[in-house]
């Protein structure tokens, strides 16, 4: 039985049981302290301003459809698909920041 076999141990045998108990005790309790910050004073992000706007160029639905068409990788997706996402969309304009896309 290991409870009695721990018993007749002599006091130097169980020296290294202590110290590893010990040390385990004091892990335990460091790990549940609460972490101090760096600096005395707790910082809290704000947000200092916000803001919204428009691009400079407004271009009509239809004619983002025709860039959409002739951009890179445009002839990829299957025909009628930019068609059905730019018609069911509900926007009548876009946006851009570029003038023209020729």
Same mark, same amino acid.
């Given at each position: 039985?290991?409870?009695?076999?721990?018993?007749?141990?002599?006091?130097?045998?169980?020296?290294?049981?202590?110290?590893?108990?010990?040390?385990?005790?004091?892990?335990?309790?460091?790990?549940?302290?609460? $972490?101090?910050?760096? @600096?005395?004073?707790?910082?809290? *992000?704000?947000? +200092?301003?916000?803001?919204? =706007? %428009?691009?400079?160029?407004?271009?009509?639905?239809?004619?983002?459809?025709?860039?959409? $068409?002739?951009?890179? @990788?445009?002839?990829?997706?299957? *025909?009628?698909? +930019?068609?059905?996402?730019? =018609? %069911?969309?509900?926007?009548?304009?876009?946006?851009?920041?570029?003038?023209?896309?020729?």
């Amino acid at each position: 039985d290991p409870v009695i076999a721990l018993a007749t141990m002599d006091s130097s045998d169980q020296l290294p049981y202590l110290v590893a108990a010990i040390a385990i005790l004091i892990s335990v309790f460091m790990a549940m302290q609460p $972490k101090k910050a760096s @600096g005395s004073e707790t910082k809290y *992000p704000i947000i +200092l301003g916000f803001a919204t =706007g %428009n691009p400079e160029y407004k271009v009509m639905q239809t004619e983002a459809l025709k860039v959409a $068409k002739t951009s890179p @990788g445009g002839s990829q997706i299957a *025909p009628g698909v +930019l068609d059905r996402i730019y =018609g %069911n969309s509900k926007i009548t304009s876009r946006y851009l920041c570029v003038s023209d896309f020729s």
